[in-house]
């Protein structure tokens, strides 16, 4: 069974400061793709990045940077000089196939950036 | 990406009432899904809903609960059938879209309130 880990709950930080937010999933599957998405106070769940198991590179765009290690089973996410914005809740799932699978979401973790 | 409205935006029902929630997608899909998020939870996928054929249900959801309609490749829709306090969710649908269907996007939800 495919199972996703957010350990942390709840970070409060401090506008621009980093932080990182961890993300830990298990499956049997060779093949399989991780998402964060980002859900703001008014509810949609944003897109944020896809990352399928055969490309174990880090990825940056912007303020935001992934941390994928197959090795520890971790993709973590990382925003840099955080900003009020960015205060959501934040999830982390995994499919096998994808977007034409259904997703396994972790518990989620609330950020909170205050000024 | 895919553009996803759904509605209504939110409701307040009465127990033993149904709603019936839209998800109208901007362009031809195969795959919908739809997903619950109790108050202050994650997302639960409760059925898997492709044109032509009937929906596919998760464990613990159940067609007579929630039945689901995919007349064609753009729209489809969720009925929450003889509501309970418990039935209080966001409701959100997704589809699978971007290259090789490697994306899932989600619509805005539909925010429920069964009194």
């Known amino acids: 069974a495919q199972k996703v880990t957010q350990a942390q709950t709840e970070i409060s930080v401090v506008e621009k400061e980093d932080v990182t937010l961890d993300c830990v999933y298990e499956?049997?599957?060779?093949?399989?793709?991780l998402f964060w998405y980002k859900q703001p106070p008014s509810g949609e769940l944003v897109f944020l990045i896809r990352?399928?198991?055969?490309?174990?590179q880090n990825e940056i765009s912007g303020r935001y940077s992934w941390n994928f290690q197959k090795s520890t089973s971790s993709f973590n996410f990382t925003i840099t000089a955080s900003q009020v914005v960015d205060s959501a809740v934040y999830f982390c799932?995994?499919?096998?196939?994808?977007?034409?699978?259904?997703?396994?979401f972790g518990k989620g973790m609330k950020l909170t950036v205050n000024p | 990406s895919a553009v996803i409205s759904q509605k209504p935006s939110r409701d307040i029902c009465q127990r033993g009432t149904s709603l019936t929630i839209q998800c109208q997608v901007d362009?031809?899909?195969?795959?919908m899904f739809w997903y619950r998020q109790q108050p202050g939870q994650s997302l639960t996928l409760i059925a898997t809903?492709?044109?032509?054929?009937?929906?596919?249900?998760e464990s613990g959801f159940v067609i007579d609960k929630f039945p689901i309609s995919r007349p064609n490749l753009t729209f489809s829709t969720l009925t929450v059938s003889n509501m309970s306090p418990e039935d209080s969710s966001i409701y959100l649908c997704?589809?699978?879209?971007?290259?090789?269907?490697?994306?899932?996007?989600f619509g805005p939800g539909t925010r429920l309130t069964v009194l």
């Open positions: 997704s589809v699978g879209a971007g290259f090789s269907y490697n994306e899932q996007f």
């Open positions: 499956t049997r599957d060779t093949t399989y793709y």
């Open positions: 990352r399928n198991s055969f490309d174990e």
């Open positions: 799932a995994l499919s096998s196939q994808g977007g034409s699978e259904k997703l396994v």
């Open positions: 362009s031809q899909v195969t795959m």
């Open positions: 809903a492709n044109q032509g054929s009937e929906a596919t249900y």
